[in-house]
């Protein structure tokens, strides 16, 4: 079984950059809190609405994650 996360990393080997991504999850546990710091990845809990994506995809952009 992958997680999201499994996923995100997968993908930033496969395209040799460290792209950003917002991992949404259900997940509530302590395992989840205690992920690595990156300051291209953002974490939120489902359910997110679309004002709170919105502002986790502008931070991203903003924070310069995205070039």
């Known amino acids: 079984d ?3 996360l499994d996923v995100i990393i ?3 080997e ?3 950059r460290n792209i950003p ?3 949404v999850t259900g997940d509530t546990s302590t ?3 205690k992920l690595p710091r990156d ?3 953002r974490l939120a809990s489902k359910p997110i609405d679309a ?3 919105l502002s986790l995809i502008h931070g991203l ?7």
């Open 61 to 67: 952009l903003d924070n310069g994650t995205a070039r």
């Open 21 to 23: 991504a917002i991992l």
């Open 2 to 4: 992958q997680t999201g």
């Open 39 to 41: 300051a291209s990845l």
């Open 51 to 53: 004002d709170e994506l």
């Open 10 to 12: 997968g993908v930033r």
């Open 31 to 33: 395992a989840i809190r």
């Open 14 to 16: 496969l395209v040799a």
